[in-house]
């Protein structure tokens, strides 16, 4: 493996790819540029774009990026794509064709599930989820083993495609769709990031592949710094306060000067009858959880195998980033020479003191 820190030749590669056996069938020669977009919150994950001299059709394309450095060659996988929507332009002299391309799951939003079409309840979400991936789309797929059974019946509904109701279940069991850089279909596991192990650590030291210019954004606007829950306990009807006071916290009440308050009537007792004491409870758990705020950095960096769902350690003072966890939720990836990637990454700040 080369070392991403440090200088070397980066060219790029690009192959067709057999939807039946899943390996490289044909090197395409005239692809002049592209890019690939990592993104949590696209339905694909992953898209990439081609500029073209020549039309190649709808195709499954995987990227490849050549490395060389110390007179060594190492070749990396970038990721796999089906080609659509073909454009072009003309400049009186060069047709240039520009083509976009998707992800394997695309294949999920083509077809939809029979009329009616249900999961019993206690069946296995996981292994049905593999089952249903499987059948719907042409890429291989992992399977994600978890003991999560449907607890009622799941139906889908009449506008579902068979992505939508797979993300359904994905969510239920608390997993999310993603993909390795061969186009294979993963799920992932929702992880707190607090639990995640750093893959990557970026810093402002010598070897730093960070470039100088980087953004952090929160929202703290609207976050409730009173609870309030009503609930009926023993025929009668009990409120439950619970206030962040902490003069430390920038959302209390004492910073602020004001009270923003969530109310809470439905909460959730596993159908028992709580105590008023179980009801306060509820009420300091639900501020807490609720006292929390995304952060957002966006930075930019030199290549490195970092993916989308990575956590990162990132560690720049300047701008009070001090080993930092985050995972990244997005990339942009301009496969040139320098091949800069920009990144977005998320961590949680709790507002409420202990």
Known sequence: MPDWTKSMQRTFEYYTVNPDTWTDRKRLDKIISSSISWDYTSDTVGSASF????SFGEEYIRIYLITVQNGIEERWRLGTFLAQSPSFSFNGKHKSINVDAYSPII??????????????????????????????????VVKSQSGTELQSNFTANTNDTWFSYISSLLTYA??????????????????????????????????????????VDRDIYGIPNVIEVIQKVSGSTYVARAVNKDPLSPISTVTRGREIVKRITNANFNGATPTTAQVDDYAKRALDTVSTTAYRITYSHAYCPVRIGDCVLINYPAVGLNNVKAKVMSQSITCNAAMTVQETAEYSVKLLGE
């Not at 500029?51 to 020549?54: A, G, K, M, P, V």
């Not at 999310?176 to 993963?186: C, H, P, T, V």
């Open 174 to 215: 608390e997993f999310k769709f993603d993909l390795d850089d061969s186009g294979r279909i993963l799920y992932s596991p929702i992880q707190k990031t607090e639990a995640m192990s750093p893959r990557w650590t970026y810093s402002v030291n010598n070897s730093s592949i960070l470039t100088p210019e980087i953004s």
């Open 107 to 140: 294949e999920l939003k083509e077809k939809n599930p029979p009329i009616g079409y249900t999961l019993l309840k206690n069946t296995n979400v996981m292994e049905t989820v593999y089952s249903l991936t499987r059948e719907n789309l042409r890429a291989p």
């Open 51 to 54: 500029t073209t001299t020549e």
